[in-house]
Nanobody, 126 residues
Framework: QVQLVESGGGLVQAGGSLRLSCVAS??????????MGWFRQAPGKEREIVAA????????YYADSVKGRFTISRDNAKNTAYLQMSSLKPEDTAFYYC?????????????????WGQGTQVTVSS
C-alpha cells in the first residue's frame, strides 16, 4: 500500500509562487515505475487534474489553465514528486492532492489514479 503525504500549501498573494511536495512511502523500489499526478478541487467545483508525470519524468501533462505557470517534477531517489506553481492566480485557490498509479501503469492525463494523499490547501489572495 502506498501512502502519499503532501506539504507546501499555504496562503500567497496573486503573482506569487509555491512549491508543493509529495513524499511516497510504502512503495519500496517501485516509485521509479509509478506515474504521479496532481489534482485540485475548489469549493463547489469538480476535481480536476492539474499535472501528471511519467515514471522517470520524460513525459509530462498540464491542464491548459496552468500551462506555462506550473511545473511538475520528481526525484526518484527521494520518492518525491513536486509541483512548482508560479504566477499564481486567485482561481488557483483549491485543495491540491498528490496521486499515484499502481506501478508499471503509464501516466494518465485524466483518471485511473489508485492512491491519493490527504491534500494541502492553496489559497491565492487578490
Amino acid at each position: 500500500q502506498v501512502q502519499l503525504v503532501e506539504s507546501g500549501g499555504g496562503l500567497v498573494q496573486a503573482g506569487g509562487s509555491l512549491r508543493l511536495s509529495c513524499v511516497a512511502s510504502g512503495s519500496g523500489r517501485t516509485f521509479s515505475t509509478t506515474a504521479m499526478g496532481w489534482f485540485r478541487q475548489a469549493p463547489g467545483k469538480e476535481r480536476e487534474i492539474v499535472a501528471a508525470i511519467s515514471w522517470v519524468g520524460s513525459t509530462t501533462y498540464y491542464a491548459d489553465s496552468v500551462k506555462g505557470r506550473f511545473t511538475i517534477s520528481r526525484d526518484n531517489a527521494k520518492n518525491t514528486a513536486y509541483l512548482q506553481m508560479s504566477s499564481l492566480k486567485p482561481e488557483d485557490t483549491a485543495f491540491y492532492y498528490c496521486t499515484a498509479r499502481r506501478p508499471l501503469r503509464h501516466m494518465s492525463a485524466r483518471d485511473g489514479y489508485d492512491y491519493w494523499g490527504q491534500g494541502t490547501q492553496v489559497t491565492v489572495s487578490s
